[in-house]
């Protein structure tokens, strides 16, 4: 089955600074791969996806960029705010014979924004 | 709000003891997803019902079973509950059958097994 890793598990930046998380992934059928963002004690939303079909997605100060030959993808905030503090977790499709079948999700990345 | 609820908010149980978690997606969705977050296993996904069918399985144990009614909600049923199964469960609700449409998480149930 599909196994994704990420890195790092802390990161801790200073405001105003840029974040970088990165994931890689082992199923090389996999051709979705969400981000989601998990405020304490909230629910996870997504903020930003991607398909194996682009290698790169921006939607303000977030992006995300795929390379397929190396399996990795990596989520990219740019003039972070204290609002961004949060655990971002990537997933990739899960996929079976028949299709896909879920998300596997990474083990998450605690962000925190130093004033 | 993203219009996913589900019930209880926090539920505390017994060993062995058997409880039901239910999930009502938002309003046109046909998917339901099922989750359980804990501190050492992360977000792990669990079962997939669309439109009533189970479509997929991801960890979910022998112990553990869902289904999804006529009127779209669905329920996860856990039993012979160990303490290992202490965790935050969510479901998601999407539009589609594939997985790459967004979803929808509810708040989450609280499962606390002592």
């Known amino acids: 089955g599909e196994n994704v890793e990420q890195h790092p598990s802390t990161l801790s930046v200073q405001e105003g600074d840029s974040a970088v998380i990165k994931c890689t992934y082992s199923d090389s059928a996999s051709n979705y791969f969400p981000w989601y963002k998990q405020e304490l004690g909230k629910r996870p939303q997504l903020i930003i996806d991607?398909?194996?079909?682009?290698g790169e997605k921006k939607d303000q100060r977030i992006a995300v960029t795929l390379n397929k030959t190396a399996k990795h993808f990596s989520l990219h905030i740019t003039e972070t705010q204290p609002e961004d503090s949060a655990v971002y977790f990537c997933a990739a499709e899960l996929t079976s014979g028949g299709g896909a079948d879920g998300l596997t999700f990474g083990k998450g990345t605690h962000l925190i924004i130093q004033p | 709000d993203s219009g996913v609820t589900q019930t209880p908010k926090h539920l505390i149980t017994a060993t062995g003891q058997r409880v039901t978690l239910r999930c009502s997606p938002r309003?046109?969705?046909?998917?339901v997803y099922w989750y359980q977050q804990s501190l050492d296993q992360g977000l792990q996904f669990l079962i997939h019902y669309y439109n009533g069918e189970e479509r997929a399985k991801g960890n979910i144990l022998e112990r553990f079973s869902a289904q999804q009614f006529p009127d779209l909600h669905s329920e996860l049923n856990l039993s012979s509950l160990e303490l290992g199964d202490s965790a935050l469960y969510f479901c998601?609700?999407?539009?589609?059958?594939?997985?790459?449409?967004?979803?929808?998480f509810g708040p989450g149930t609280r499962l606390t097994v002592t």
């Open positions: 998601a609700s999407s539009f589609g059958l594939a997985v790459s449409y967004e979803q929808y």
């Open positions: 309003s046109g969705d046909l998917s």
């Open positions: 991607i398909r194996s079909n682009v």
